[in-house]
C-alpha cells in the first residue's frame, strides 16, 4: 500500500525566514496532494493542495512543488510570521480510491 | 452553514467497555471518513463511506471497531471492549465528493481508563 515519509518532525525557524517540508510516497499513480495545517488544540485545515498534472503551486506566502519522477512534494512557506507556527501535515490520496494517507507532521515553531 | 460537528467532544470510559462516537457531516458531502489521531501523532486513516458505496475498511485497527453510516449522512463509530491504547483522539471529516477538500470536525477525545 500507499507509505507517506514526512521530514522534518520538528522545524524551528526564525520570523521572516522560509520554512521548507518535504513528504515522500512510493505509489507513482498517485494524484493529489493536500496540506493541511492544525493550530493547537484546533481541527486540521487545507491550506494548499497539487494535483499531479502541474509541478508548482502558489498562494500568497505559500507555495507546494511536486516532483512525480521522485516521488515527493514540498510545503514551503516564505516570511514566516509566529501565526505561522503549527503542526503542518502531508497527505496523498490513493490511486484509484478516496482513501488519503497522511504524514506523521511536522511542528513548525516561528520565534520572533 | 454548519462545519462537521462530533459528539462527545470527550469522552473517559473504563477498560472493556464499548464507546459509541458521532459525526454529523456537512450537508451534502457524500464522503466522510475517520481517522484516529494519537498524542503528538499523525492522522491515522481508519475507514471511509462515498455515497452508496460498500465502506473502505482497511484501517480498522482491529475486530473492535465498526462504523456505520446511515442514510448517508451522520456516521456512528464504535469501538468495542475499549483497551488503553484506544485512547487517542478521534477525527471525522467530509468531503463533497471525495476527491478534493476535507472538512474536519472537532474531534472526540477518547481516554480509556
Known amino acids: 500500500g500507499e507509505n507517506v515519509e514526512q521530514h522534518p518532525s520538528t522545524l524551528s525557524v526564525q520570523e521572516g525566514d522560509s520554512a521548507v517540508i518535504k513528504c515522500t510516497y512510493s505509489?507513482?499513480?498517485?494524484?493529489?496532494f493536500p496540506w493541511y495545517k492544525q493550530e493547537l488544540g484546533k481541527r486540521p485545515q487545507l491550506i494548499i493542495d497539487?494535483?499531479?498534472?502541474?509541478g508548482e503551486k502558489k498562494d500568497q506566502r505559500i507555495a507546494v512543488t511536486l516532483n512525480k519522477t521522485a516521488k515527493h512534494f514540498s510545503l514551503h512557506i516564505t516570511e514566516t510570521q509566529p501565526e505561522d507556527s503549527a503542526v503542518y501535515f502531508c497527505?496523498?490520496?490513493?490511486?484509484?480510491?478516496?482513501?488519503?494517507?497522511f504524514g506523521t507532521g511536522t511542528r513548525l515553531k516561528v520565534l520572533a | 452553514g454548519a462545519g462537521v460537528s462530533q459528539s462527545p467532544s470527550n469522552k473517559v470510559t473504563e477498560k472493556g467497555k464499548d464507546v459509541e462516537l458521532r459525526c454529523d457531516p456537512i450537508?451534502?458531502?457524500?464522503?466522510l471518513y475517520w481517522y484516529r489521531q494519537s498524542l503528538g501523532q499523525g492522522l491515522e486513516f481508519l475507514i471511509y463511506?462515498?455515497?452508496?458505496?460498500?465502506?473502505?475498511k482497511s484501517g480498522l485497527p482491529s475486530d473492535r471497531f465498526s462504523a456505520e453510516r446511515t442514510g448517508g449522512s451522520v456516521s456512528t463509530l464504535t469501538i468495542q471492549r475499549t483497551q488503553q491504547e484506544d485512547s487517542a483522539v478521534y477525527l471525522c471529516?467530509?468531503?463533497?465528493?471525495?476527491?478534493?477538500?476535507?472538512?474536519f470536525g472537532p474531534g472526540t477525545r477518547l481516554t480509556v481508563t
Open positions: 497539487i494535483r499531479s498534472n502541474v
Open positions: 450537508s451534502g458531502h457524500t464522503a
Open positions: 497527505a496523498v490520496g490513493v490511486s484509484g480510491t478516496y482513501k488519503y494517507i
Open positions: 471529516a467530509s468531503s463533497p465528493r471525495g476527491a478534493g477538500e476535507q472538512y
Open positions: 505509489d507513482s499513480a498517485s494524484n493529489y
Open positions: 463511506f462515498q455515497g452508496n458505496s460498500a465502506p473502505d
